[in-house]
């Protein structure tokens, strides 16, 4: 009996990086790379018209924000298996990425042969995490009155991460292909969530559970 081989997507903006993913990962028996996106909505529009079992995903990408395009595809295609591998290991980005539909997380700083074992790990339904995202987890603390933040819906978060970076809404809205209103009701609202009362408050807020 043969075996259909894992199939995966590769998103990543750096061109140079997504050839070394795949050349890693096609030297696996049983592991076939079936496209390569840079941007996020190319990978949204093309896996939703064709097959894949795997996406590793960067979150730092042109196009509606890798957080989003979790989320995106968690609703569109439950059974598709993402594993992020970015830079960031923030554990409150690492959460709200698995609270989005993510499998699993790796860093970038990880040994290459992890990616290939993570593939292999989010097929047979285990959620693989890198050490340094498990212990940024668990050393991550407690649920407390300040961290309002953990409340927010992962849309929520991304436009909060954006605002507290100084980009203005006009940016927001148009990489996040929002409305004006859309975006400035999100502000509205995270002010609100957060109780804070400006842009400058939403930095200092950000800093001070490092968010940034």
């Not at 696996?28 to 093309?46: K, L, M």
């Not at 594993?83 to 290991?89: A, E, P, Q, R, T």
């Not at 991304?158 to 605002?163: D, K």
Request: proline share 4%; with cysteine; aromatic share 6%.
């Amino acid at each position: 009996m043969v075996t259909q081989p894992i199939r995966v997507a590769i998103a990543d903006d750096h061109a140079v990086v997504r050839t070394g993913y795949r050349r890693l990962l096609e030297l696996e028996i049983g592991v076939e790379v079936v496209a390569e996106f840079g941007d996020t909505d190319e990978a949204y529009r093309w896996l939703t018209q064709h097959e894949a079992d795997v996406l590793v995903l960067d979150l730092s990408m042109p196009g509606r924000g890798g957080l989003e395009t979790v989320q995106r595809l968690k609703m569109r295609l439950p059974e598709l298996r993402v594993l992020v591998f970015s830079m960031h290991d923030n554990p409150a980005l690492v959460a709200q990425v698995l609270r989005a539909g993510a499998r699993g997380y790796l860093t970038k700083s990880s040994p290459p042969d992890e990616l290939v074992d993570a593939v292999r790990e989010v097929m047979r339904g285990g959620q693989p995490l890198s050490a340094d995202v498990r212990d940024g987890l668990s050393m991550a603390p407690g649920r407390s009155d300040d961290a309002r933040h953990l409340d927010l819906s992962p849309r929520e978060f991304a436009v909060f991460c954006l605002l507290a970076q100084g980009r203005s809404v006009d940016d927001i809205a148009v990489q996040m292909f929002l409305s004006l209103k859309t975006v400035a009701n999100y502000q509205t609202i995270l002010r609100k969530k957060l109780q804070l009362n400006n842009t400058l408050d939403m930095h200092r807020y950000a800093q001070q559970h490092d968010l940034l």
